[in-house]
């Protein structure tokens, strides 16, 4: 008997999974046979994501594990499913959980007959967090007239995109020879347009009065 591909697919909605079935008679056009179907119509086969067939990851801080497969054939008995590009197998890396994007894993069960199901999982990490920016010593600063006022430093990160203190944006100088209140502004931005900022005040005493 030749290789044989099922040419109508049903996907079945549940309240916790997504299941395709795959028949190799006529396509199954109602609800009653849609439900007959995954309760063992001869020729049939099942094949249920476990999870939820989209999963949404934040960049840097989920981690990705595949929920997985289950097939059954037209009797109930278990069918072994693979998976591509789980991360698991030999098909591909797997969602990136430290990197934007969309991917995608696929699953396969077939039954002695080669009847067929398959299903996508679609894996979104996305980046929905702005980044950290810590100031170095005080926020509000007094500076003795007659020096140069040296910024105790700061720092910034992301959890998608690392260290970003290269990437921190410095506007407004202190005159450490002029009395006065100054506001030093820090401002970092991700790549993914999530911006962070602070600011420390730098108070500027004890100048000289030439009269």
């Excluded at 989920?62 to 789980?86: F, I, K, R």
């Excluded at 591909?92 to 067929?116: F, I, K, M």
């Excluded at 500027?204 to 030439?210: A, F, I, K, T």
Aim: charged share 15%; hydrophobic share 35%; net charge negative.
């Amino acid at each position: 008997m030749g290789l044989h591909f099922n040419k109508s697919w049903k996907i079945l909605i549940g309240a916790v999974s997504v299941s395709l079935v795959g028949c190799g008679g006529a396509g199954l056009e109602t609800p009653d046979s849609l439900s007959q179907a995954t309760q063992g119509v001869d020729g049939a086969v099942t094949l249920t994501l476990h999870g939820g067939a989209e999963l949404n990851l934040e960049c840097g801080v989920d981690s990705w594990s595949d929920p997985g497969a289950t097939a059954t054939d037209g009797s109930g008995a278990p069918l072994t499913v693979q998976s591509y590009n789980s991360g698991n197998d030999g098909f591909g890396p797997g969602p990136q959980s430290g990197a934007e994007g969309t991917y995608h894993v696929s699953y396969l069960a077939h039954d002695a007959n080669w009847n067929l199901a398959e299903g996508l999982r679609t894996v979104n990490v996305r980046d929905t967090q702005a980044p950290t920016l810590t100031l170095a010593g005080e926020t509000d600063i007094i500076h003795t007239c007659g020096s140069n006022w040296v910024d105790p430093g700061y720092s910034a990160s992301d959890a998608c995109y690392g260290n970003l203190t290269l990437s921190v944006a410095v506007t407004n100088t202190v005159n450490g020879w002029s009395e006065g209140t100054y506001t030093v502004a820090y401002e970092v931005q991700d790549s993914a347009g999530h911006t962070v900022s602070a600011s420390r005040t730098v108070t500027v005493v004890d100048c000289p009065v030439y009269e």
